[in-house]
């Protein structure tokens, strides 16, 4: 086999690039089969992985003079998708390899001096995250007790300049073609998701003292101003968020 599938990430992680999974396809291939493309096969990988996927694992080459080309860098069970499109024996001979090399790295071997001062720089590292890390959760916790806090006080009227999402899912209907299942997405389940402003009594007989959630208005448009900003435009009239596993409706020009 003359291709090296010997990419490692910073995490250790065995990687083979689009070219060398192509090389690697046009080897086993008989001398009668006509020879796989790059350009074919980046055109495939999309297909065979998702296109919300498949973009994680694009990259560059640079090559020639000082120029580049777009390429991916395959993880081993992408790679082994990538190799069952061809074959089965295609695919089981790229787990094979691509499982040896990772035994290989897995293996123990003495530490260089360079190598053992990077490995205490990265402990370094790990530690200063894992302190980040506490201190973010330690404002989320305070965050989450403070919007506690707002939701057991009831209030009796909408507050001025607040609004319900009986009211957000229309005004973003209107503003950007968002449909209603979009909206509560963005309302409830992103990362930057606004606070409610308050809970009000629901004074409707029907609603038996039940109370609802409102949100200032200000917070709500600087959350969808954030979100439509995120989204990729894939069609004329859909686009793609990388925090929602489907494509959905965004008025032309919306994400600017």
């Known amino acids: 086999m003359s291709c090296a599938i010997q990419t490692i990430t910073a995490a250790g992680q065995i990687t083979m690039t689009s070219l060398e999974l192509v090389d690697f396809i046009n080897e086993q291939r008989a001398s009668i089969e006509p020879e796989l493309r790059h350009d074919h096969f980046m055109v495939k990988v999309p297909k065979v992985l998702g296109e919300s996927r498949a973009p994680k694992f694009l990259g560059t080459q640079v090559y020639g003079n000082n120029n580049t080309r777009p390429i991916y860098k395959l993880p081993k069970r992408e790679a082994c998708l990538m190799a069952m499109s061809y074959s089965y024996e295609l695919q089981a001979k790229v787990f094979d390899r691509m499982t040896a090399l990772e035994a290989q790295v897995a293996a123990p071997h003495a530490l260089t001096p360079a190598e053992m001062f990077l490995q205490n720089a990265q402990a370094m590292v790990a530690v200063e995250r894992r302190q980040l890390a506490q201190a973010q959760e330690l404002v ?7 919007t506690l806090m707002t939701g057991s ?3 009796t009227e909408r507050p001025a300049n607040s609004e319900a999402i009986t009211h957000i899912r229309p005004r973003m209907l209107k503003k950007y073609q968002l ?3 979009i909206v509560d ?3 409830r389940q992103m990362p930057y998701s606004p606070k409610p402003a308050g809970m009000v009594r629901n004074h409707r007989e029907e609603a038996q003292g039940a109370s609802y959630a409102v949100y200032w208005v200000k917070d709500v448009n600087t959350t969808f101003s954030r979100f439509v900003r995120d989204c990729k435009r894939v069609t004329a009239t859909k686009v793609t ?5 489907e494509r959905f409706t965004l008025a032309p020009g919306a994400e600017g």
């Open 140 to 146: 989320r916790i305070s965050e989450s007790v403070d």
């Open 153 to 155: 006080m009831t209030l």
């Open 179 to 181: 449909p209603a299942r």
């Open 185 to 187: 997405l963005v309302m």
């Open 241 to 245: 968020h990388p925090d929602i596993d």
